[in-house]
């Protein structure tokens, strides 16, 4: 059974992206009305549908609404999502590289900003890992956890990020305490004032 475009490709891919909450309550309900409409669930549709929705002037009202947000980027990631899971259906696959071609030629030097900012969460995620939340905000990634948050931004080769490290500690041990002070004043050795 093919993934489902509401459940589990657009709702997990929004998740990633930091877009004003009316924008995304709006967005969220034309898309269900366009689920509605054009009948493209997986659990019940056809996923073939996807292609008529694409093509539709509801689908333009919904990347108006992504633009408004300045979330074009979040638009192309459920679109080159979609087209993954639905690569076996080439009347999908079809409508969805024509919505990605409309899209970039609108976002034009956003999505390659976008693209810059994709590759640099990509290089975040594999040093914190699955332990903190890691997302695209602006034009900024951000790490965000209990323990850790931090703002990285990229311009012209060089990264600007502010940190924020928090945290517990009981021990017995002085040599732990002293090891942990220690590797915190070297960490803020290398930091700025904020």
């Not at 992504?66 to 080159?80: N, Q, V």
């Not at 087209?83 to 999505?111: H, T």
């Not at 939340?133 to 990634?141: F, G, L, P, R």
């Amino acid at each position: 059974m093919p993934k489902d475009f509401l459940r589990q490709i657009v709702n997990p891919t929004l998740l990633e992206f930091e877009i004003p909450v009316q924008v995304l309550s709006e967005i969220r309900k034309k898309l269900e009305a366009a689920e509605n409409k054009y009948n493209f669930s997986a659990f019940g549709g056809d996923v073939r549908r996807l292609a008529d929705f694409l093509r539709s002037p509801l689908w333009q009202e919904i990347v108006s609404l992504f633009e408004s947000a300045d979330a074009l980027p979040a638009l192309i990631k459920i679109l080159e999502r979609a087209k993954e899971a639905y690569k076996d259906y080439p009347e999908v696959v079809q409508a969805i590289e024509e919505a990605l071609k409309n899209i970039q030629q609108k976002g034009g030097e956003k999505v390659k900003q976008f693209n810059i900012l994709e590759e640099l969460k990509e290089k975040v995620e594999k040093i914190v890992g699955d332990e903190f939340e890691t997302k695209i905000s602006e034009n900024k990634v951000v790490v965000e956890g209990d323990r850790l948050e931090a703002y990285i931004e990229e311009d012209a080769g060089k990264y600007n990020m502010k940190l924020e490290v928090r945290g517990t500690k009981e021990t017995t041990a002085w040599k732990e305490v002293e090891d942990i002070l220690k590797e915190a004043k070297d960490l803020a050795d290398k930091l700025s004032p904020p």
